[in-house]
């Protein structure tokens, strides 16, 4: 690594740099503090290199303690080795002291090594210090090198020197009260080696739609990289593509890379540039193929690398994984360097008596480190260029009668590089800044280098890859896995040598010619919108969401029939299972982008409760719906229904419940559940096969809920991404508030390998219909090693957008606290439940799932035979009978197809028993409402006879 910044360090503060080394590798760094000292050290975290503490940066880039005024430390002339007051706060947190340096002097360059040994790589903190001073902030110059210790360092990388305006003008970045200018000086290849252009992004909130950004893709390293726009040299991103999975959509034009850690959504402008994209990724992914083959004879082709690792040492692991985010750094930032070395080509420049045309500035502008107060002569502002972009000195001498400032100042008329001489010690020479053909030189020098380090790096990382992941056999699908959906999945034959290397997206509901559709176009592409912005148009998509159809809400019953019921005693726990999940990689590679809900899996993938069942476990929390209805403040009865919402997330909690899937319904499958102590009835339906949906309701003495979700699960490489359409929909009989939300979009994280976690990401908006008001909940996003992140805060606002003073913050697995005026207050309103005892062991489940599947007295003669407690198969798998559970698993399959087959050579479509279809004329949104009266399902419940019940159990057709 090879970089040189701009630093400013504000008074009563300390600036951190944080860097990543690997171990036997040499940090070489050189400081120049201009007018006034600073101090500098070295610190280094001593756990993982992947773990930062809280209470210091996280980045490994810039950051700043702004809030801490530190004791003064000596500012005399032998207070170089004397140690600073920051080394006490920094140990105190954890840091290791590795090299205190002392005080740095101004306007004189402070040159330092420091060999990183055995087993000592990880993250390591630059600090500068200057605490000390009361009320002068200080800026300085810093030049740092990482190479490998005993070799040269690289040759071609600008020092500090005696001017600061021979340096090329950095752009800048702020962060708490210090500021970074940054001017990365790495390094790309030749031009045939990359492919650049431009590609709609997908913004990382909801309802922001897309962003045009530029792209490189580099085939040397097989890295994609993206810049705001093609003059823009500050790297956003970058992904090595050995370490994702890449799938195309080619109807929609969209292109999905799963890095494991974030995903992608790109679009192409028109179907030619897609075509070319898709081909640029191929040849990247069909480079990264032969790397694999030259180095080792158990290689796996491409379209195999999703296989189930071995298991490494995680210190291994964890320097690996340095290594490669090393070289997608230093691989994106080539790119600058690439245009850097075209803009200074002499081939490309204009005839030496022609003005140069500047290139169009990025967003944003730099302030210069030293600013005049007088205004600025021609020579002056010439001597401001960047410096491949100054007329020669015949030139100013020319058009100016005035002196140039450039030939009457040296210092201002010289470029220090460091160069290479003696033992690899970096030395000052000097270069005429008019001498662009040296210039260009350089930049080339540093190209190559470079080069040839990404393409080390590239070969290393591949043989490393090769020998900690050999490829594993695909899992042998057992017997259930030939559901009805097999002939969709599996009949295509393979392509031979032509096959494409990346994965084909099919969206979930193509079910036939009929769904071929194009992609909408309805989303405008905003390229200099904020991606974080928060305004009006945020809010008109959020409101546009909610629908103001009252016949959508559930209607209040009559009766509460079964209820009252005296109190009983439920299960606390169920067995634990005997067998662990299969794994998933074997059909998943196959079906990339599929509605995963839809798939029949081996029933050892699967946990002792339906999709109906887990539908119910949105009902654990009642209690806040109870609180809600007795609230008199309208926003306060907000914040418990938005609490509601999010409460049930936390049933994810548990990691070992992501391993497992609930059974997916028999169509016609139905559920009810009797909460005598809670004070609620529900009955739910799975109302439909393709797509799958469910309907339910539930009633409560003081409010109604209502839904028709239908979930889905794409699967885009390394996480699957779980949605669920339809509203959900809760009426207040006491005031006649109605809420509305669409239920937050979560992310199965590490299916391939890791610990799996499911994660909510995004937004989630609960609006009172009656008033207006809406709550926004946000998902705090994980970083890159921080894994799941639980965090989650809520603000509201008026029917006019203004924002309300009530809000929420806490953790969706844990608890909620109400805040007012943003500061938590000691009101918590919810705290999750219980769990079963030794929960990992049981499916992960809470006490309130563990007692979904147990027939109790209030069942116990009162069900209908479609009810998912007398589904053989699932009492099987809870009863620890697997084998049996997988036979009585594949016999209701086909019933299901039998019962279709004949229904299909009658000419009959499926009617649900319990619920009828509304339609929402605001959206479109398709419901379904519970049917009441004499065909009504508690009404039959009470006359204890069941009427056009179609047995969805039995094995025989029909």
């Known amino acids: 690594m090879a970089a040189m910044e701009e630093l400013e360090i504000h008074s009563k503060s300390y600036f951190v740099r944080w860097i990543n080394v690997s171990a036997n590798y040499t940090i070489s760094w050189s400081i120049q503090p201009h007018k006034k000292s600073v101090n500098f050290g070295i610190f280094k975290h001593p756990g993982k290199s992947s773990v930062l503490s809280s209470h210091i940066p996280a980045s490994d880039s810039q950051s700043t303690d702004s809030t801490e005024n530190l004791p003064a430390t000596a500012t005399t002339a032998g207070a170089r080795q004397q140690p600073s007051a920051v080394i006490e706060k920094l140990t105190g947190i954890g840091l290791k002291p590795i090299k205190w340096t002392g005080k740095c002097e101004a306007d004189k360059i402070t040159q330092g090594t420091y060999d990183v040994p055995f087993s000592e790589g990880g993250n390591y903190a630059l600090v500068f210090d200057n605490t000390f001073s009361k009320q002068i902030s200080k800026t300085l110059t810093l030049v740092l090198l990482t190479y490998p210790t005993g070799l040269q360092p690289p040759s071609s990388v600008s020092q500090p020197g005696a001017s600061t305006e021979s340096l090329p003008q950095p752009k800048t970045r702020r962060r708490g009260n210090s500021r970074a200018t940054l001017n990365s000086l790495q390094v790309d290849a030749s031009n045939q080696n990359v492919y650049t252009g431009l590609l709609q992004k997908r913004r990382r909130k909801r309802h922001q739609g897309w962003a045009r950004r530029f792209f490189s893709l580099d085939f040397t390293s097989c890295t994609l990289s993206y810049y705001h726009d093609r003059n823009s040299a500050a790297l956003r991103g970058a992904i090595p593509l050995s370490l994702a999975a890449v799938a195309t959509n080619e109807k929609s034009r969209e292109i999905s890379i799963d890095s494991g850690t974030e995903i992608w959504h790109l679009r192409a402008n028109n179907d030619h540039e897609f075509g070319e994209w898709k081909s640029a990724l191929e040849k990247a992914s069909s480079k990264e193929a032969s790397k694999d083959k030259n ?9 195999l690398r999703l296989f189930a690792p071995s298991q490494p040492s995680p210190m291994e692991e ?5 290594v490669e985010s090393l070289v997608s750094y230093i691989s994106g930032s080539r790119d600058a360097i690439r245009r850097l070395a075209k803009d200074t080509d002499p081939k490309y420049l204009t005839s030496p008596l022609s003005t140069p045309i500047d290139r169009p500035r990025s967003r944003g502008r730099s302030p210069s480190p030293q600013r005049s107060t007088h205004e600025a002569t021609p020579s002056e502002m010439e001597a401001r260029r960047p410096f491949w972009k100054r007329k020669t000195s015949g030139q100013l001498n020319a058009n100016s009668k005035r002196p140039s400032a450039m030939s009457t100042d040296s210092s201002s008329s010289q470029l220090v590089v460091p160069a290479t001489e003696g033992k690899g010690k970096p030395a000052s020479i000097t270069s005429p800044i008019d001498s662009m053909d040296e210039i260009h030189d350089h930049l080339m020098t540093v190209l190559r280098d470079l080069d040839n380090a990404v393409t080390e ?10 020998r900690r992941h050999p490829p594993q056999p695909s899992m042998v699908p057992r017997r259930s896995m030939e559901s009805d959906m097999s002939q969709e999945f599996f009949d295509a034959t393979d392509g031979g ?9 099919q969206d979930s509901d193509d079910e036939g010619p009929e769904e071929d559709r194009p992609a909408s176009a309805a989303e405008a592409v905003q390229d200099d919108a904020p991606s974080d912005s928060d305004g009006e148009c945020h809010a008109a998509a959020t409101r546009q969401e909610s629908s103001t159809a009252s016949g959508m809400f559930p209607v209040k019953p009559k009766s509460l029939v079964p209820l009252p019921l005296e109190p009983i005693k439920r299960r606390a726990n169920i067995l634990a299972p005997t067998v662990l999940p299969p794994s998933l990689i074997g059909f998943l590679r196959k079906n990339v982008g599929k509605d995963l809900s839809t798939i029949s899996m081996p029933v050892s993938a699967n946990e002792p409760i339906s999709l109906l069942q887990r539908a119910a476990e949105v009902m654990e929390y009642s209690n806040l719906l109870d609180q809600a209805t007795k609230s008199t403040d ?18 994810s909690r548990v990691r070992e419940r992501s391993i497992r899937k609930p059974f997916n319904p028999m169509l016609g499958e139905t559920y009810e559940l009797v909460r005598e102590d809670q004070g609620f009835r529900f009955i739910s339906e799975k109302v439909s096969h393709r797509p799958v949906q469910l309907a339910y309701q539930a009633d409560s003495k003081e409010w109604s809920i209502s839904q028709s979700p239908m979930p889905s699960q794409k699967f885009w490489g390394k996480s699957a991404e779980i949605t669920t359409e339809g509203r959900v929909r809760i009426i207040l009989h006491s005031t006649g508030d109605r809420y509305s939300w669409t239920p937050a979009t979560s992310f199965l994280r590490n299916i391939i390998a890791g610990e799996k976690y499911v994660e909510p990401v995004g937004e989630l908006a609960v609006t009172c219909e009656s008033t207006g008001h809406r709550s926004i909940s946000t998902f705090k996003a994980g970083g890159m090693f921080s894994g799941r992140s639980e965090e989650v805060s809520t603000r509201a606002v008026d029917a006019n957008n203004k924002p309300v003073s009530l809000g929420l913050s806490g953790s969706w697995p844990s608890t909620l606290t109400l805040t007012r005026d943003g500061n938590p207050t000691d009101d918590i309103i919810w705290t999750a439940g219980s769990l079963v005892p030794s929960a990992p062991k049981h499916y992960g489940l809470t006490s309130f799932a563990a007692a979904l599947n147990e027939i109790t007295s209030i069942e116990d003669k009162h069900l209908p035979v479609t009810d998912s407690r007398l589904r053989p198969d699932q009492r099987a798998l809870e009863n620890g009978d697997l084998d049996h559970a997988e036979e009585l698993k594949v016999q209701l399959e086909e019933g299901q197809r039998a019962r279709r087959r004949d229904m299909e050579d009658a000419g009959e479509s499926w009617v649900p028993r319990w619920f009828t279809r509304i339609t929402d004329d605001t959206d479109g949104e398709v419901a379904w409402r519970l049917k009441s009266g004499k065909d009504g399902y508690w009404e039959e419940r009470a006359k204890g006879s069941w009427s056009n019940v179609v047995p969805v159990f039995e094995n025989q057709e029909g």
């Open 457 to 466: 790096f590239s070969t290393l990382i591949t043989e490393s890859k090769e």
């Open 634 to 651: 309208p926003i306060e009865r907000l914040m418990y229904i938005t609490a509601f919402a999010i409460s049930s997330l936390s049933s």
């Open 295 to 303: 180095n080792g004879s158990l290689a796996a082709p491409p379209e």
């Open 318 to 322: 964890s320097e690996w994984a340095r």
């Open 497 to 505: 040598g032509d096959r494409s290397p990346l994965l084909t997206i």
